[in-house]
C-alpha cells in the first residue's frame, strides 16, 4: 500500500531529500488543494549546483511556464493536465516525485505512465524523428535562398540527439544531454551520435565564443518566453564554463535556441531574428557545409528510423 503524507511529513522528507523547502514554496506559488511534482535533473539525482528545480501543478491551467527564485533557488513551475495525452509531455512526468497529492490523482496517472512506459517512449522518438526529417527537409528546400537554413539544421541535429537519447532510455536534458551521449554503449545507433555532434559544431566551443552565444541565447529566450528563463540560462552557462565544460555548453545554448526557435509562427516574416539567431546558434554560413550536414542528418534520420521498425 502507497502511504500518503500530510504537509508537515512530506515537508520533513523532501527538505532532507531534495534540499527543498516544499511546504513554503507550495505557499509561495498558491497551489491550494492541486497536486504537485518535480521532475527534471534533480529529481533523477544527476543535477548539478546550478540546476533549477522543475516543478509541475497539475491545474489543468493553459499556462506557459514560468521561473521562481526563492532563497537564492530557481524553479521552473509548468502547470500540467491529469488526462494529459501527448506522449512528450507524459515523458516528462515519468518517474515523477509527488510533492503533494491528498486525492491521489496524480499517483493514478504516474501509474497509467508507467503502464505504457514503451509505448510513450517510442511515440517519442518517432515524432522525434519526423520533426528532424521536417527541419531537414526546410533547410535543403530553401537551401541558398532562406536565411534560416543553418537554423533549421541545427533544430534537426538536437531532435535526432533527442531521439538517441530516449531510445537509450535516459530522459532528453539539455545540460546533461552530451555527457550522456558521450557514455552510451556502442551500437548501431550509437553511431549516429557522432553526426549529431558535428551538425550541432561543439568543437567550436570557445570562452569567448560561448559568452556571447549566452548573452544572446538570453535575449532571445527573453523575446520569445518573456518568462525570466533567462536568468537560469546565464546560471548554467557560467556554472558549466567555469567548470571546464565547454562543450556541454554550447550543447546545452543551442538546446535551449531549438526550443524558442521552433516556437516561432510566421517565421518568414521576421528576418530580424537572424542577427541574434547567428550568435546564439553559432550558425555556420557555408552553403556547402549546410548541405552536406543536411544530406548527413537526412540518411541518419531515415537509418533511425529503419532500425526502429526492425
Not at 196 to 221: D, H, Q
Request: hydrophobic share 35%; proline share 2%; aromatic share 12%.
Amino acid at each position: 500500500m502507497v502511504k500518503s503524507y500530510n504537509f508537515e511529513t512530506l515537508y520533513k522528507i523532501c527538505f532532507y531529500n531534495f534540499c527543498l523547502d516544499v511546504k513554503n514554496l507550495l505557499e509561495k506559488i498558491a497551489v491550494k488543494d492541486y497536486p504537485v511534482g518535480m521532475g527534471g535533473c534533480r529529481n533523477n539525482d544527476h543535477g548539478y549546483d546550478c540546476c533549477e528545480y522543475d516543478i509541475t501543478v497539475f491545474d489543468g491551467k493553459k499556462q506557459k511556464e514560468s521561473t521562481l527564485e526563492y532563497d537564492g533557488i530557481f524553479y521552473q513551475i509548468y502547470h500540467g493536465s491529469l488526462t494529459e495525452t501527448s506522449p512528450d509531455i507524459l515523458l516528462q512526468y515519468h518517474n515523477m516525485t509527488i510533492l503533494y497529492d491528498e486525492q491521489w490523482e496524480l499517483r493514478i496517472l504516474l501509474s497509467k505512465i508507467k503502464e505504457k512506459k514503451e509505448q510513450i517512449f517510442n511515440s517519442y522518438v518517432k515524432n522525434c524523428l519526423i520533426e528532424a526529417g521536417i527541419c531537414i527537409s526546410k533547410a535543403k528546400n530553401k537551401l541558398g535562398t532562406d536565411t534560416y537554413a543553418s537554423s533549421w539544421i541545427k533544430s534537426g541535429a538536437y531532435f535526432i540527439a533527442d531521439a538517441i537519447s530516449m531510445i537509450n532510455f535516459q530522459r532528453p536534458s539539455p545540460t546533461h544531454m552530451l555527457k550522456f551521449l558521450r557514455e552510451f554503449d556502442k551500437s548501431k545507433i550509437n553511431e549516429f551520435i557522432l553526426v549529431v555532434t558535428e551538425s550541432i559544431g561543439i568543437e567550436r566551443a570557445t570562452p569567448s565564443l560561448l559568452s556571447r552565444m549566452s548573452t544572446s541565447t538570453m535575449g532571445f529566450s527573453d523575446m520569445i518566453e518573456e518568462n525570466s528563463h533567462s536568468k537560469i540560462i546565464g546560471q548554467k552557462s557560467h556554472y558549466l564554463k567555469n567548470h571546464s565544460l565547454l562543450s556541454d555548453c554550447y550543447f546545452y545554448l543551442g538546446y535551449v535556441t531549438r526550443n524558442n526557435f521552433i516556437k516561432i509562427q510566421n517565421l518568414h516574416r521576421k528576418p530580424e531574428l537572424i542577427h541574434i539567431l547567428k550568435t546564439a546558434f553559432d550558425l555556420e554560413s557555408d552553403s556547402t557545409k549546410i548541405e552536406s550536414q543536411a544530406d548527413k542528418l537526412q540518411q541518419a534520420t531515415n537509418s533511425l528510423l529503419s532500425l526502429l521498425h526492425k
